[in-house]
């Protein structure tokens, strides 16, 4: 589970797992576009989301095509917040929400 943080605990990776959240099966090249990343560096911070076992990937002919995978989150999901009161944390949220619309 220290993987799983250590990946999420970087912007880049996390921006990375919600462009695969947003469609899912891209190649590099995809991922890469519009970042202010270079290739490497999105290289690297897949590599770091595979070894967390976040992404995973498959060889489709010539591409390599990415994969969320969002068993790791829910599990911590599981292991640290459902130890907390669910409801409670969806109530205080909802008001948190409610309180932010009046304000505008």
């Known amino acids: 589970m220290d993987e799983v943080f250590k990946a999420l ?4 990776r996390r921006s990375l797992l919600d462009r695969l959240h947003a469609r899912n099966g891209q ?7 519009g970042l202010a990343m270079t290739r490497q560096a999105v290289t690297k911070h897949l590599s770091i989301l595979e ?10 002919g010539r591409e390599k095509l990415h994969y969320l995978n969002p068993v790791p989150i ?5 292991r640290w917040i459902k130890k907390f009161e ?6 205080l ?5 409610k309180l932010e619309q009046n304000e505008s």
Do not use: Y
């Open 74 to 78: 829910h599990q911590i999901g599981e």
């Open 93 to 97: 949220g909802e008001l948190k929400r």
């Open 51 to 60: 070894d967390a076992n976040l992404v995973s990937s498959i060889r489709h």
């Open 9 to 12: 605990a970087d912007p880049s």
């Open 86 to 91: 669910r409801a409670k944390l969806v109530a």
């Open 27 to 33: 190649t590099l090249n995809e991922l890469c576009e």
